[in-house]
């Protein structure tokens, strides 16, 4: 399977601290992807980091990716209370993806 | 901004009956997606579809689950008969081009309760 594994499970920080989360994949991947989750709602795209791509920015998220470690980081920088959710990373092999159990950030105001 | 959009938001069903779920995708897109996500797992691929046929479907993705088009603008699941093991959140999904080179947009899920 490539699914992606999230590390940690779960993070608590305060209002304004940077909160970072990790993915761990097991095979080649074409891009992977990150997604938000609110308790019982839809999955909201973050961001798309390509296989030839080092890093990208989004606002206060900024995404790696090491393709040698396959492995990628989540840093959401400056955190509200509204970022509390979970964060899935999903790795894309042709049309699939395929997602890990997530990370569940709470921000504490 | 364009949506995905799913109808039921919540389905309560017995055990052995038929469902259909329903998705709007964002009307450009060219490839629809299913996947399912039971309460406190992974979110799990079924099926992709483009070009009025299956793409690529999981192990999960067996005989009593179906997809459609019917027309332009929808795409369904159907489940025949549902099983107390399909309480699930079904997400609907959409992408411009193949999955691998885009992103997919979620709708917000259909909550299905087998009793």
């Known amino acids: 399977s490539q699914q992606g594994e999230e590390d940690p499970q779960a993070l608590s920080i305060q209002e304004g601290e940077n909160a970072t989360m990790n993915c761990s994949y097991k095979?080649?991947?074409?891009?992977l992807q990150w997604y938000r989750q609110n308790s019982g709602r839809g999955l909201v795209h973050l961001i798309l980091?390509?296989?030839?791509?080092r890093e990208k920015h989004s606002g206060r998220l900024r995404v790696t990716l090491d393709t040698s470690k396959k492995s990628s980081s989540l840093l959401i920088t400056a955190s509200r209370a509204a970022d509390t959710a979970s964060y899935f990373c999903?790795?894309?092999?042709?049309?699939?993806?395929?997602f890990g159990a997530g990370t569940t950030v709470t921000v504490r105001a | 901004e364009p949506e995905v959009t799913q109808t039921p938001s919540h389905q309560v069903t017995q055990m052995g009956q038929e469902v259909i779920l329903r998705c709007v995708p964002i009307s450009n897109h060219l490839y629809f997606y299913w996947y399912r996500q039971i309460l406190g797992q992974k979110v799990e691929f079924l099926v992709s579809f483009y070009n009025n046929e299956i793409s690529e479907k999981s192990e999960i993705f067996d005989d009593q689950f179906s997809v459609e088009r019917p027309d332009g603008s929808n795409f369904t699941l159907k489940i025949r008969s549902t099983k107390l093991e399909d309480s699930a959140m079904y997400f609907c999904?959409?992408?411009?081009?193949?999955?691998?080179?885009?992103?997919?947009?979620f709708g917000p899920g259909t909550r299905l309760t087998v009793l």
């Open positions: 999903a790795t894309t092999n042709d049309y699939k993806l395929s």
């Open positions: 980091i390509r296989s030839n791509e």
């Open positions: 999904a959409s992408s411009g081009t193949p999955g691998s080179t885009d992103t997919q947009y």
């Open positions: 095979t080649s991947i074409n891009n």
